[in-house]
């Protein structure tokens, strides 16, 4: 059994900055073995993979719109992912989920997660 715990959103103006934390706990197998994904759905708007990382080797892949100003990090001692997101706009708002995907397939598919958290909102205002 696996458990995620998200915190960090918040309302932002655009333009600043949230970072977003996903600690993870109850992994069978080694937290190194997992990908940690950030998605995140908007009212009307189907569920986008943000960002995902390896946290065995650190590989990262991003979502077009976010690249160049969100960062996925991890921290394996704390068994816990992170997502720096900066020049935040209106249509980043959003609640953000983090998931676990346990075959580590660093995949933005949703279908491909395992276990997921409850979601923290972010909001970004004009």
């Known amino acids: 059994e696996v458990q995620l715990v998200e915190s960090g959103g918040g309302l932002v103006q655009a333009g600043g900055s949230l970072r977003l934390s996903c600690a993870a706990s109850?992994?069978?197998?080694?937290?190194?073995?997992?990908?940690i994904g950030w998605f995140r759905q908007a009212p009307g708007k189907e569920r986008e993979g943000v960002s995902c990382i390896s946290s065995g080797d650190g590989i990262t892949r991003y979502a077009d719109s976010v690249k160049g100003r969100f960062t996925i990090s991890s921290d394996n001692a704390r068994n816990t992912v992170y997502l720096q997101m900066n020049s935040l706009k209106p249509e980043d708002t959003a609640v953000y989920y983090c998931a676990a995907d346990l075959s580590d397939s660093l995949s933005l598919s949703s279908y491909d997660y395992d276990h997921w958290g409850q979601g923290t909102q972010v909001t970004v205002s004009s």
């Open positions: 109850g992994f069978t197998f080694d937290f190194d073995d997992a990908a």
